[in-house]
T-cell receptor, first 116, second 117 residues
Framework: DGGITQSPKYLFRKEGQNVTLSCEQN?????MYWYRQDPGQGLRLIYY???????QKGDIAEGYSVSREKKESFPLTVTSAQKNPTAFYLC???????????????FGDGTRLSIL | GDSVTQMEGPVTLSEEAFLTINCTYTATGYPSLFWYVQYPGEGLQLLLK???ADDKGSNKGFEATYRKETTSFHLEKGSVQVSDSAVYFCALSDQTARAGNNRKLIWGLGTSLAVNP
């Protein structure tokens, strides 16, 4: 079955440490997204990418970095510059429509990051 | 900018009760509207969508009608089950903002539903 795989499900970070969250999709989607979810809040967009080797900042990109070396993969690195990294991180993908489309997004099961 | 407002939870119902979760929006143009569901410990799943005024989205017994005159997209189900316990998110596609070529999704804060047997 096609889908999005995020790993690990739980991740712990020490102060001053960078950590990388994995996101892999086999849906053949061009567009991929990273969101952050905090308790009682909606989803906030961190980064998105619509093509290999290209990505753009979302609303809360500070303290995060991404890469898109393969169409299937869009890893997110939470750097030590992110002062409040404890959250649930969701990766999503969608088909891309030129000219602007109203495309639903498909989500992975998320990674919960906690600070030790 | 565009925004989505959902009723605050948690909503607690008994099995077989009628469910309504209110969602209203402000938007420029004609956004598409979505309901997503998040089961405990999981990501979000698309539940239903509507792309133009008066469209009704439906799936798994859930329905929502795109009401432009009241800028609403309320989620309803006639008889809830324990397995419907989850957090429900209303979202719209922002017609003025993009995440790449696709419209950016604007999210509500989510409404938690607990169904008791």
């Amino acid at each position: 079955d096609g889908g999005i795989t995020q790993s690990p499900k739980y991740l712990f970070r020490k102060e001053g440490q960078n950590v990388t969250l994995s996101c892999e999709q086999n849906l053949n989607h061009d567009a991929m997204y990273w969101y952050r979810q905090d308790p009682g809040q909606g989803l906030r967009l961190i980064y998105y990418s619509q093509i290999v080797n290209d990505f753009q900042k979302g609303d809360i990109a500070e303290g995060y970095s991404v890469s898109r070396e393969k169409k299937e993969s869009f890893p997110l690195t939470v750097t030590s510059a992110q002062k409040n990294p404890t959250a649930f991180y969701l990766c999503a993908s969608s088909i891309m429509v030129r000219g602007g489309g109203n495309q639903p997004q498909h989500f992975g099961d998320g990674t919960r990051l906690s600070i030790l | 900018g565009d925004s989505v407002t959902q009723m605050e939870g948690p909503v607690t119902l008994s099995e077989e009760a009628f469910l309504t979760i209110n969602c209203t929006y402000t938007a420029t143009g004609y956004p598409s509207l979505f309901w997503y569901v998040q089961y405990p410990g999981e990501g979000l799943q698309l539940l239903l969508k509507a792309t133009k005024a008066d469209d009704k989205g439906s799936n798994k017994g859930f329905e929502a009608t795109y009401r432009k005159e009241t800028t609403s997209f309320h989620l309803e189900k006639g008889s809830v089950q324990v397995s419907d316990s989850a957090v429900y998110f209303c979202a719209l596609s922002d017609q003025t903002a993009r995440a790449g070529n696709n419209r950016k999704l604007i999210w509500g804060l989510g409404t938690s539903l607990a169904v008791n047997p």
